[in-house]
């Protein structure tokens, strides 16, 4: 008497290949297009601009400004944390035109250009657009 049990079937296939050669080919396609991807994201981080600001003389020049300005406590807490977020505002939108920003102080060596004056220009606008916009 035949064991059905121990016989074995034909072997599974798809479209007319086995399911082992269709694992591996999916695993070498999977494994090229993550390799591209890869590739692309290096590349892309070898173009972009490494620049410095000296964030700490930005932040000292407005201080030292604000508490001879004469304001009241809660006047100067308002605009201090409107100067923050205009001072991350500004080094955010560096880092979306594909800069790497760099605190000036954190840099031992080297000829890396120094963004302080972009960054003050630019957080003097949005101050100004701020105080056009709360009268």
Same mark, same amino acid.
């Given at each position: 008497? &035949?064991?059905? #049990?121990?016989?074995?079937? %034909?072997?599974?296939?798809? =479209?007319? *290949?086995? @399911?082992? =050669?269709? %694992? @591996?080919?999916?695993?070498? #396609?999977?494994?090229?297009?993550?390799? +591209?991807?890869?590739?692309? $994201?290096? /590349?892309? #981080?070898?173009? &972009?601009?490494?620049?410095?600001?000296?964030?700490?003389?930005?932040?000292?020049?407005?201080?030292?400004?604000? !508490?001879?300005?004469? &304001?009241?406590?809660? +006047?100067? $807490?308002?605009? /201090?944390?409107?100067?923050? $977020?205009?001072?991350?505002?500004? *080094? +955010?939108?560096?880092? $979306?035109?594909? &800069?790497?920003? @760099? /605190?000036?102080?954190?840099?031992? +060596?080297?000829?890396?250009?120094? @963004?302080?004056?972009? *960054?003050?220009?630019?957080? !003097?606008?949005?101050?100004?657009? #701020?105080?056009? %916009?709360?009268?």
């Amino acid at each position: 008497m &035949r064991n059905i #049990l121990a016989t074995s079937g %034909a072997p599974r296939r798809f =479209a007319g *290949v086995s @399911l082992g =050669a269709l %694992a @591996l080919s999916a695993s070498l #396609l999977g494994s090229t297009l993550w390799g +591209a991807w890869a590739t692309h $994201k290096i /590349v892309t #981080l070898e173009r &972009r601009e490494v620049v410095t600001v000296q964030l700490s003389r930005i932040m000292s020049d407005f201080v030292e400004a604000e !508490a001879r300005s004469g &304001r009241p406590p809660e +006047a100067m $807490k308002t605009r /201090v944390e409107t100067y923050l $977020k205009a001072v991350e505002a500004s *080094v +955010a939108k560096l880092g $979306k035109q594909g &800069r790497t920003v @760099l /605190v000036a102080e954190a840099v031992v +060596a080297g000829t890396v250009p120094d @963004l302080t004056g972009e *960054v003050r220009a630019d957080v !003097a606008r949005r101050m100004g657009e #701020l105080a056009h %916009a709360s009268r």
